[in-house]
């Protein structure tokens, strides 16, 4: 198990390096030169070559990709071109507000998913499982920041009961913004439990299980969901990058300072670094997540734990 | 003493049907079922006869829907099944009566270890902490041939006679009156189905559990059964003692089962199976349904299903043909 | 008996799978495909009249500042924003847009998202490798971010909306088709197929791939609906759809500046952004049920 953990571990280094080579890339062929940006309108050529080198834009793409690699492996990220702070920094500011963003939206997805995903096949066919699959249906064609705006409208603006922005209300600034998150992905969840176990729901290791005296509630919950898990943990590790995307959009409605906010604002300003940093460090924090979001399979399903020590 | 509870099972008249959107399959039509203690009745028909169903509705397990189950009396050791709660139930489950299912391979929680499922039963019946519990689930493992220090390992780890061996040890766990063995050999290799019969009849005598084997091998039936009911399309239509069915067939789809067997003294021999297929259980014809395939058919044949009769104290058999003064079958005959 | 039973209901799905029309049978059992396929043909037929009923330049952008942030009537049923236009014509104005890039980013996934696929299942080895490696890149990195960074890389316009989302869209095409392409790869027909001399190409096309185009086609139904989504979401950050133009993601973003005491004006776009997705999530989940009874529950 340790050698499988370690083995992923390190095959997360050339993936890291592709994409940081993707991101470098994508946002290097940016139309205009990032140094107009920075240095002052009367600038004469020399000085313009001279901030060049100075930013780090002399020489080839590839070099410019090296020498970035380079710093990145010694946890450098290279200087905002608009705060001028350091990148790494920054970003490990925003970062634990965007976790506990995702921290809450993946909690209320899941205590609302796996319930609901489980009556509806428990139920199958009946007016629980329409109503909720109806629901699921309206949570995944909802655009989640048209969700955000209207919870704003109803629970912020209309009742007053948080508030509509910012980050000074504790727990209760995050309820809204994890709602617009979490509504997309727990009715994505409640489709997969609910499919998932309904897979499970015919095994005959569940008719051996009634016929053994087990109560009908713990065949279900203990019997049937630990088989049911692996499909809703795939769907749930899928989709963290979603929720981390997701929270770009939630952190503009409201006004949330996390990374989302972070990578939006740089955009706009054509802070290159910052964005190219942001992205870098997003997707090594999305493939750590799938990387345990496997190691669980492990602990759920002892056959691919069996796979992996092999 | 009533006369229920001479019997560990006591069944009157049940109809099973499954009510899906093509139609109403009709699963089991009127059988009675009365099994004494420390008897083994084997149940013999083809696949789709309704032995299964049979199996489950006594257990009170017939998914519904689309299962829909109707009984007259349904008694295990004179205890009224049919008006128990489910709570109550699912302490007959198990405890009472306890199910061995057809294919080890898949009634096996892959998530769970082997010791983990047999000990829960124990936790549920005995009410055992789940520490003495897997204690006690290794002494069944050793019971059923298996080493104890294997029930830490989970079912991928086990071959398919091995898991029939768990499956085994669970249903027997907590000394079930009477034990239903839903064709328990069928999944396996020959060498290995003798060996789990041989273990299956050392462990009933030892707990004086009673059974009903489930099968369509009447070799099986031949080597376990002291009763044999022979079921085709939902109905019992020939029972008797082993001896009867066997040595004193009346019926003609019984005769058919033996005729399709193979002669080892007599390799040069046709087989001669039995002519077309089971009818369709969404529209069985209205007679005996076993008439369009039946050599003996007659017009008396097609109007009503026959009721089983008695020919002897021990022996009965559901065919028109009998009413025929002097009426007997080929094998009947020869024997 | 259980086996019976699934007896009957797999040869009854059999029979109905047949050919196209069997499809459309099936589907149209499915009331939820057919208010799905309504509501998308009520959404083409907005798209393709809008024209015809206002002028883009009078009726759309004109600003008409007497006439601002006014509250739904008869004269204006979604009352008008906060330059004085009609926010009920700009909403239906604004059905081409999310529909064409819906459509085109979903086409440039499909044709670009197959062919790698198709290749990388077929040629094998290190070209599936680095394939499928570059797949797993894009989708962890979270695909509104992706589509933000493309953006931003080539400048904000429609074309360049179509083309982001169409690559955040891709991944999902290049897995199905090569897994469809793995499975069948070996099957005898394609090894029969070659030992009669056909060409490789041609056996991809005629053997391969219509294994998996209902897969393909479900996917693609499905991922519209997304990329409609993705697209408001990158204009309502201001790097879609080019202002003045009535996108609804960038609507919604002006509307929200006057959120407190017009509300209205951050419901209507949003509400059409809903129904246009919603309708298309229920012809896919119609759609899936129809070509794949396996899935269906």
């Given at each position: 198990m340790?050698?499988?953990?370690?083995k992923?571990l390190l095959?997360?280094i050339?993936?890291?390096?592709?994409?940081?080579?993707?991101?470098?890339?994508i946002?290097n062929?940016?139309?205009?030169?990032?140094?107009y940006s920075?240095?002052?309108?009367?600038?004469?050529?020399?000085?313009l070559d001279?901030?060049?080198k100075?930013m780090?834009?002399d020489?080839s793409?590839?070099?410019?990709?090296?020498r970035?690699i380079?710093?990145?492996?010694?946890?450098?990220?290279?200087?905002?071109y608009?705060s001028k702070?350091d990148?790494m920094k920054?970003y490990?500011?925003?970062l634990?507000n965007?976790?506990?963003?995702?921290s809450l939206t993946?909690l209320?997805a899941?205590?609302?998913?796996i319930?609901?995903?489980?009556?509806?096949a428990?139920h199958?066919n009946?007016l629980?499982?329409?109503a909720?699959m109806?629901?699921?249906?309206?949570?995944?064609?909802m655009?989640?920041?048209w969700l955000g705006l209207?919870?704003?409208i109803?629970?912020?603006?209309?009742?007053?009961?948080?508030?509509s922005?910012?980050?000074?209300a504790g727990?209760?600034?995050l309820?809204?913004p994890a709602?617009?998150i979490?509504?997309?992905?727990?009715?994505?969840m409640?489709?997969?439990?609910r499919a998932?176990?309904?897979?499970v729901?015919?095994?005959d290791?569940?008719l051996?299980a009634r016929?053994k005296g087990?109560s009908?509630?713990k065949?279900?919950?203990?019997h049937a969901?630990?088989?049911?898990?692996?499909p809703i943990i795939t769907?749930?590790g899928?989709?963290?990058s979603?929720?981390?995307?997701g929270s770009?959009?939630a952190?503009?409605?409201?006004?949330?300072p996390?990374?989302g906010?972070?990578v939006?604002?740089?955009?706009?300003q054509?802070?290159?670094?910052?964005?190219?940093?942001?992205?870098?460090m997003t997707t090594?924090?999305v493939?750590i997540?799938?990387?345990?979001?496997d190691?669980?399979?492990?602990?759920v399903?002892p056959r691919?734990k069996?796979q992996?020590t092999k | 003493?009533s006369?229920?509870e001479?019997?560990?099972?006591?069944v009157k008249?049940l109809?099973?049907?499954y009510?899906?959107?093509?139609?109403?399959?009709?699963?089991?039509?009127?059988?009675d079922?009365q099994?004494?203690?420390k008897?083994t009745?084997?149940l013999?028909?083809?696949t789709g006869?309704g032995?299964t169903?049979a199996?489950?509705?006594?257990?009170?397990l017939?998914?519904?829907?689309?299962?829909v189950?109707e009984?007259?009396?349904?008694h295990i050791?004179?205890?009224d099944?049919?008006?128990?709660p489910?709570?109550?139930m699912?302490?007959v489950?198990?405890?009472e009566v306890s199910?061995?299912?057809?294919d080890?391979?898949?009634v096996?929680?892959?998530?769970?270890t082997?010791?983990?499922?047999?000990a829960e039963?124990l936790?549920?019946?005995?009410?055992l902490?789940?520490?003495d519990a897997l204690q006690?689930?290794?002494s069944?493992?050793?019971?059923?041939g298996?080493?104890g220090?294997r029930?830490?390992?989970?079912?991928h780890?086990f071959?398919?006679?091995?898991k029939?061996?768990?499956v085994?040890a669970?249903?027997l766990?907590?000394s079930p009156k009477?034990?239903i063995a839903?064709e328990p050999?069928?999944?396996?290799?020959?060498?290995?189905q003798?060996?789990?019969?041989?273990?299956?009849?050392?462990?009933?005598?030892?707990?004086d559990?009673s059974m009903?084997?489930?099968?369509?091998?009447?070799?099986i039936v031949?080597?376990?059964c002291?009763?044999?009911?022979?079921m085709?399309?939902g109905?019992?239509?020939?029972?008797?003692?082993?001896?009867?069915?066997?040595?004193?067939?009346?019926h003609?789809y019984?005769e058919?089962?033996?005729n399709?067997?193979?002669?080892v003294k007599n390799?040069?021999a046709?087989?001669?199976?039995?002519?077309?297929?089971?009818p369709d259980p969404t529209?069985?014809?209205s007679?005996?349904?076993f008439?369009p395939?039946c050599n003996y058919?007659?017009?008396?044949?097609l109007g009503?299903p026959?009721a089983l009769?008695?020919v002897s104290d021990?022996?009965?058999?559901?065919?028109?043909a009998?009413?025929?003064?002097g009426?007997h079958?080929?094998?009947g005959r020869?024997a | 008996m259980e086996a019976?039973?699934?007896?009957?209901t797999?040869?009854?799905?059999?029979?109905?799978r047949s050919?196209?029309g069997?499809i459309?049978?099936?589907?149209r059992?499915?009331?939820?495909?057919?208010?799905?396929?309504?509501l998308?043909?009520?959404?083409?037929?907005?798209?393709?009249?809008?024209?015809?009923i206002?002028?883009?330049k009078?009726d759309i952008?004109a600003q008409?500042?007497?006439e601002?942030l006014?509250?739904p009537?008869a004269?204006?049923?979604f009352?008008?924003d906060d330059?004085?236009?009609?926010v009920?014509?700009?909403?239906?104005?604004g059905?081409r847009?999310s529909?064409a890039?819906?459509?085109?980013?979903?086409?440039?996934?499909?044709a670009?998202g197959?062919?790698?696929?198709?290749?990388?299942?077929?040629v094998?080895?290190?070209?599936?490798n680095?394939?499928m490696?570059v797949c797993?890149i894009?989708?962890s990195?979270?695909?509104?971010?992706?589509a933000?960074a493309?953006?931003?890389?080539?400048g904000?316009?429609?074309?360049?909306?179509?083309?982001a989302?169409?690559?955040a869209?891709?991944a999902?095409?290049?897995?199905?088709t090569?897994?469809?392409v793995l499975?069948?790869?070996?099957?005898e027909?394609v090894?029969?197929?070659?030992?009669?001399?056909?060409q490789e190409g041609k056996i991809?096309l005629?053997?391969i791939l219509?294994n998996?185009?209902s897969?393909?086609?479900?996917q693609?139904?499905?991922?519209?609906?997304?990329?409609?989504i993705a697209?408001a979401q990158?204009?309502?950050?201001?790097l879609g759809?080019?202002?003045?133009?009535?996108?609804?993601?960038s609507?919604?973003?002006?509307?929200?500046?006057?959120?407190?005491d017009?509300?209205?004006?951050t419901l209507?776009?949003?509400?059409a952004i809903m129904l246009a997705?919603l309708?298309?999530?229920?012809i896919?989940?119609?759609l899936r049920?129809?070509l794949d009874?396996k899935?269906k529950r």
């Amino acid at each position: 198990m340790h050698r499988y953990i370690l083995k992923r571990l390190l095959m997360l280094i050339p993936v890291l390096l592709c994409v940081a080579f993707v991101i470098f890339a994508i946002m290097n062929v940016a139309d205009g030169d990032p140094v107009y940006s920075v240095a002052s309108a009367d600038a004469t050529p020399e000085e313009l070559d001279a901030l060049r080198k100075e930013m780090g834009l002399d020489g080839s793409l590839l070099t410019r990709y090296f020498r970035y690699i380079g710093k990145m492996l010694k946890g450098d990220l290279g200087t905002s071109y608009v705060s001028k702070r350091d990148v790494m920094k920054t970003y490990m500011e925003r970062l634990p507000n965007t976790l506990k963003l995702a921290s809450l939206t993946m909690l209320i997805a899941v205590g609302m998913s796996i319930p609901l995903g489980i009556i509806a096949a428990v139920h199958q066919n009946s007016l629980k499982d329409t109503a909720s699959m109806v629901l699921a249906l309206l949570g995944l064609s909802m655009p989640n920041f048209w969700l955000g705006l209207l919870l704003i409208i109803v629970f912020s603006l209309g009742l007053g009961w948080f508030p509509s922005g910012g980050y000074t209300a504790g727990l209760k600034s995050l309820v809204l913004p994890a709602f617009t998150i979490g509504a997309g992905l727990a009715a994505l969840m409640t489709r997969t439990t609910r499919a998932s176990m309904l897979d499970v729901i015919r095994q005959d290791y569940l008719l051996m299980a009634r016929a053994k005296g087990v109560s009908e509630r713990k065949v279900i919950r203990k019997h049937a969901l630990k088989n049911a898990l692996i499909p809703i943990i795939t769907v749930f590790g899928v989709q963290f990058s979603n929720v981390l995307g997701g929270s770009v959009l939630a952190e503009t409605v409201f006004s949330w300072p996390g990374v989302g906010r972070l990578v939006v604002d740089a955009i706009d300003q054509r802070d290159i670094p910052t964005v190219t940093g942001a992205l870098v460090m997003t997707t090594m924090l999305v493939s750590i997540v799938n990387l345990v979001v496997d190691i669980i399979y492990a602990y759920v399903d002892p056959r691919i734990k069996a796979q992996y020590t092999k | 003493m009533s006369e229920t509870e001479k019997h560990i099972l006591d069944v009157k008249n049940l109809v099973v049907r499954y009510e899906t959107e093509d139609g109403i399959v009709r699963a089991i039509n009127g059988i009675d079922i009365q099994l004494g203690y420390k008897q083994t009745l084997g149940l013999v028909g083809e696949t789709g006869a309704g032995k299964t169903t049979a199996a489950l509705s006594i257990l009170r397990l017939v998914p519904s829907p689309p299962g829909v189950v109707e009984c007259d009396l349904l008694h295990i050791d004179g205890l009224d099944i049919l008006s128990l709660p489910d709570h109550k139930m699912e302490e007959v489950r198990g405890k009472e009566v306890s199910m061995i299912f057809q294919d080890p391979m898949t009634v096996l929680n892959p998530v769970f270890t082997v010791g983990e499922q047999i000990a829960e039963s124990l936790e549920i019946h005995e009410h055992l902490s789940h520490k003495d519990a897997l204690q006690r689930a290794e002494s069944m493992l050793e019971l059923v041939g298996i080493p104890g220090s294997r029930a830490n390992e989970y079912p991928h780890q086990f071959s398919g006679g091995m898991k029939q061996r768990v499956v085994i040890a669970i249903a027997l766990a907590c000394s079930p009156k009477l034990l239903i063995a839903d064709e328990p050999t069928t999944a396996l290799d020959v060498t290995i189905q003798a060996q789990v019969l041989e273990l299956m009849s050392q462990l009933k005598d030892k707990y004086d559990t009673s059974m009903i084997m489930i099968t369509h091998d009447l070799g099986i039936v031949a080597e376990v059964c002291d009763k044999v009911a022979v079921m085709y399309a939902g109905r019992i239509v020939e029972q008797g003692l082993l001896e009867d069915v066997f040595n004193h067939t009346l019926h003609p789809y019984t005769e058919g089962l033996f005729n399709s067997l193979p002669n080892v003294k007599n390799r040069t021999a046709m087989l001669k199976p039995i002519r077309g297929l089971m009818p369709d259980p969404t529209n069985l014809p209205s007679g005996c349904a076993f008439a369009p395939r039946c050599n003996y058919a007659t017009e008396a044949c097609l109007g009503e299903p026959p009721a089983l009769r008695a020919v002897s104290d021990t022996h009965s058999v559901a065919c028109a043909a009998y009413n025929t003064p002097g009426f007997h079958i080929e094998k009947g005959r020869d024997a | 008996m259980e086996a019976v039973i699934k007896q009957k209901t797999i040869s009854k799905q059999y029979k109905k799978r047949s050919a196209l029309g069997a499809i459309w049978r099936q589907l149209r059992k499915n009331k939820g495909a057919i208010i799905g396929l309504v509501l998308v043909l009520f959404l083409i037929i907005m798209a393709l009249i809008s024209p015809l009923i206002f002028d883009y330049k009078a009726d759309i952008t004109a600003q008409n500042l007497q006439e601002r942030l006014q509250s739904p009537s008869a004269a204006h049923w979604f009352g008008t924003d906060d330059m004085g236009r009609d926010v009920f014509a700009r909403v239906m104005y604004g059905t081409r847009y999310s529909l064409a890039v819906g459509v085109v980013a979903v086409l440039i996934a499909l044709a670009v998202g197959v062919t790698l696929g198709a290749a990388a299942g077929y040629v094998g080895g290190v070209f599936e490798n680095i394939i499928m490696r570059v797949c797993d890149i894009f989708s962890s990195l979270p695909s509104v971010l992706l589509a933000i960074a493309v953006v931003s890389a080539m400048g904000k316009s429609t074309v360049n909306l179509m083309i982001a989302v169409g690559i955040a869209s891709m991944a999902p095409f290049v897995r199905i088709t090569r897994a469809a392409v793995l499975t069948v790869r070996g099957e005898e027909y394609v090894e029969s197929a070659r030992a009669i001399g056909m060409q490789e190409g041609k056996i991809v096309l005629t053997h391969i791939l219509p294994n998996c185009v209902s897969q393909i086609i479900v996917q693609a139904t499905l991922r519209v609906g997304q990329a409609i989504i993705a697209a408001a979401q990158l204009s309502f950050l201001g790097l879609g759809v080019p202002a003045p133009a009535p996108e609804w993601g960038s609507m919604l973003s002006a509307g929200r500046s006057y959120i407190r005491d017009y509300s209205y004006l951050t419901l209507y776009p949003g509400l059409a952004i809903m129904l246009a997705v919603l309708s298309l999530n229920l012809i896919g989940d119609g759609l899936r049920d129809a070509l794949d009874p396996k899935l269906k529950r």
